[in-house]
């Protein structure tokens, strides 16, 4: 016998951070109720004295205790900070890894052009992984025959380009980004005639390819409709001359749509795609893709099989999630775009129960989100029915014992098509526990924060690879409306979550662990930040302005505790920006990129949540634009900011730079009278215009197309006059 085979994975905790981390929470901490010490008693001294106005002193407050509350939550993804290492090349042979379905979803081919989409679809297909055990399926929500004739196009290409990339070892799925890449992706055969002869065959398909998709886009917005039958169609082979076992099967799904009904977005979309895949494939792992997110490494559904096929931690993990990586990246990360804000908390969430969804990305349990073990067989099955709808076909497919019938032509029989259908249509859902407790939750317009809370309270764990050739690659936001409109998403619907009973702070603690939970409650309440940075963003500069201190005098010890506090989270952030290797200049970006969130995405995230629970604002997904404007392109490479932003977004950001710039300017004339009680302030503000500086850069100083529009400019000079205005007022109680 040989002896226990060596592990597939290792998880390693990052003893130096985790060092550094807790002495920071210490310190801060302490430093944190000093303040409030001198807080506590200051606000006794002034009720009785009245020697600073009220209100503004009580609002200054209640913004600090805001960001210490953000601050605490914080520190939970800071506990426990874990690398984890997974070992691909002890896996076991081809003939044990089990099955994998590849979900893609698309909604409309003139936001999202088909030859990424298509490119997405030939990277999954010409993933590291046996034929037959790997199956692709592209769900359509435009229902448009643009992307049905796309999906034929490319299914024909992928005949080329997926034994190509096996028989050469490509380390690039992804047939544009493999053709437009260094040699390094095919080392091992550089000096090949054969290759060489081989590549230029391919080069030439993937023209042609290229060119059928750009014809065939031509009425792309037209070709939607939100009204049609559901169709599903498996690519096969027509002329039957070649052998399909080389293969991996492609499935094109359009889902019914008919006006008035309601289909929950991707939430709904993935519902379909797991309900299809169910009877056709059934694998019992599925990877999540968006259109606009090839696979880059072909290496990633077998590195989470090293978690899957790890008897110790498989039965509790519910998904295996990798980073979204962007290939559209400027080496100035202005919009925040490559998301490492969020990477970076993904360390530390790894040390817990694990991350939690982000989307598209992760290989995920079908039995996590069925919400179901195997089902034995004398489960009653009207009950089955009740929960997982109509269909005896896919409640069979919940069996160990099922064998999904598919002819070996891949032609599915006229049975098995009317079973398709229904599974696919629109009203399957009703009545049924799909979208509440089985598959993707309908709740949100983020459907995978709700689904991931939902399955981590469930008891399942999650883990965080990010090995170091990315797995996936997509396109981020290169502009500053779109990252906007994005984030003004995101964190509407992780508000919907906030206000509702699934309130981590409330639905968490009884279910999963208190630090998981805090991680979630930071994630899903990052929007009422809005109130302590309109609070510190309005009252100081005012403040400053009327000559009212509100933070203690230089000559005070207590300068001291507040100097540290803003100091050494400074710090940290400069800190855990190098830890993770960016360059410093992004502690700046990411700063921005905080801000300007805080001040307009989530403002109208929090108030669209309010009018939405009291049934006054119906959610919509506005899709993320995955066409390229060139001149917005080139601006983003420079890192200049491009504000051609819709006003409603722009102009509270530009408010609120007036009022501390104009603060400044005014109130440095008053440092000369007073400058040990007013320091603080005038320092606060300083900050705030420093860091900003795009903004009074975009608003004064830019004369090219991409600055703020002057009637933002004099609106906004106008709004922070009347906040000054009603502002002065506050000062008098
Ligand atoms: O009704 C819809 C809307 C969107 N999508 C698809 O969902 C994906 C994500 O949409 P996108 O417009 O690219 O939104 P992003 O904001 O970029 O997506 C992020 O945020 C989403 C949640 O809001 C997550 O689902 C995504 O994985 C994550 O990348 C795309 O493939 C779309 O085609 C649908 O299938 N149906
Ligand atoms: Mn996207």
Not at 9 to 35: P, Q
Request: net charge neutral.
């Amino acid at each position: 016998m040989d002896g226990p085979s060596p592990p597939l994975n290792a998880r390693r905790v990052l003893t130096k951070d985790l060092i550094l981390n807790r002495l920071y929470m210490l310190l801060n901490g302490i430093a944190i109720l000093a303040l409030f010490y001198y807080r506590a008693t200051t606000l006794l001294r002034i009720i009785q004295t009245r020697e600073t106005p009220l209100l503004p002193y009580l609002i200054v407050i209640f913004s600090e205790v805001m960001f210490t509350f953000f601050w605490l939550l914080y520190q939970a993804y800071r506990w426990k900070p874990v690398k984890l290492e997974v070992y691909p090349e002890r896996l076991p042979g081809d003939e044990k890894l089990p099955p994998v379905d590849v979900f893609i979803c698309t909604a409309d081919p003139s936001k999202e052009p088909s030859l990424g989409v298509m490119n997405t679809v030939v990277s999954a297909l010409a993933l590291d992984y046996p034929p037959d055990k790997l199956a692709v399926y592209l769900q359509d929500d435009g229902g448009s025959y643009v992307t049905l004739n796309a999906i034929r196009e490319a299914w024909k290409f992928a005949r080329f380009w997926v034994p190509f990339r096996r028989k050469y070892e490509l380390k690039i799925a992804c047939p544009a980004a493999y053709l437009s890449s260094k040699e390094s992706a095919h080392e091992k055969f550089i000096g090949s005639n054969e290759f060489a002869a081989e590549k230029k065959i391919i080069e030439k398909k993937y023209a042609e390819f290229e060119e059928a998709l750009e014809k065939n886009s031509v009425n792309a917005s037209a070709s939607v409709s939100r009204d049609h039958p559901p169709l599903i169609e498996v690519m096969t082979d027509e002329n039957g001359d070649s052998d399909l076992k080389e293969m991996p099967l492609l499935v094109y799904i359009a889902r019914e749509k008919r006006p008035g009904h309601p289909h929950h977005f991707k939430g709904g979309a993935l519902n379909v795609l797991l309900r299809v895949s169910a009877v056709i494939t059934n694998a019992p792992y599925f990877l999540v893709l968006d259109c606009d997110m090839y696979c880059h490494n072909p290496l990633s559904a077998r590195l989470a099989m090293c978690f899957y096929l790890d008897p110790k931690i498989a039965p509790k993990i519910a998904w295996v999630q990798f980073p979204q990586k962007f290939h559209n990246l400027s080496e100035h990360d202005i919009y925040g775009g490559s998301l490492n804000a969020i990477y970076k908390s993904a360390i530390g969430f790894d040390g817990l129960q694990g991350p939690n969804l982000y989307g598209c990305n992760f290989v995920m349990t079908r039995e996590s989100i069925y919400g179901t073990g195997k089902i034995e067989k004398d489960v009653d099955l009207n009950q089955l029915k009740k929960t997982f709808g109509s269909s005896n076909e896919f409640i069979k497919s919940l069996y160990k014992s099922y064998k999904p019938q598919l002819l070996e032509d891949r032609k599915p029989s006229a049975e098995l098509q009317k079973e398709l259908q229904l599974l696919a249509s629109c009203t399957y859902d009703n009545g049924t526990d799909w979208g509440e407790e089985v598959g993707y939750r309908y709740f949100t317009v983020v459907e995978d924060a709700i689904t991931s809370l939902s399955l981590h309270c469930k008891g399942w764990i999650s883990v965080y690879i990010d090995p170091a050739s990315p797995c996936f690659l997509g396109a981020t936001t290169t502009n500053l409306n779109d990252m906007l409109v994005q984030q003004t998403r995101w964190a509407f619907g992780l508000m919907q979550i906030g206000l509702s009973r699934f309130n981590p702070l409330i639905y968490g603690p009884l279910r999963m662990s208190i630090l998981e939970s805090l991680c979630y409650a930071y994630n899903f309440l990052e929007s009422l930040y809005v109130f302590p940075v309109y609070g510190l963003a309005i009252i100081p500069p005012i403040c400053l302005l009327y000559g009212i201190p509100l933070y203690p005098k230089v000559s005070d010890p207590y300068f001291i505790v507040f100097a540290f506090i803003f100091l050494s989270s400074r710090l940290k952030h400069v800190q855990e920006t190098i830890a993770f290797g960016d360059p410093l200049r992004n502690t700046v970006y990411e700063l921005r990129v905080w801000m300007m969130k805080s001040v307009a995405c989530y403002f109208y995230a929090i108030l669209n949540a309010i009018l939405d629970k009291i049934g006054l604002h119906e959610a919509n997904f506005s899709l993320t634009s995955k066409v390229v404007d060139d001149e917005q392109e080139t601006r983003f490479k420079q890192g200049i900011y491009d504000f051609q932003v819709s006003t409603m977004l722009l102009v509270p950001l530009c408010s609120l730079y007036i009022l501390n710039l104009a603060a400044f300017i005014i109130g440095m004339a008053r440092l000369f009278q007073k400058n040990d009680e007013l320091l603080a302030q005038a320092v606060l503000s300083f900050f705030v215009v420093i860091v900003n500086y795009h903004l009074l850069e975009g608003m004064f100083l830019r004369k090219d197309k991409g600055r703020i529009a002057a009637s933002v400019t004099l609106l906004s000079i106008a709004i922070s006059a009347i906040i000054l205005g009603c502002g002065s007022l506050l000062i008098f109680y």
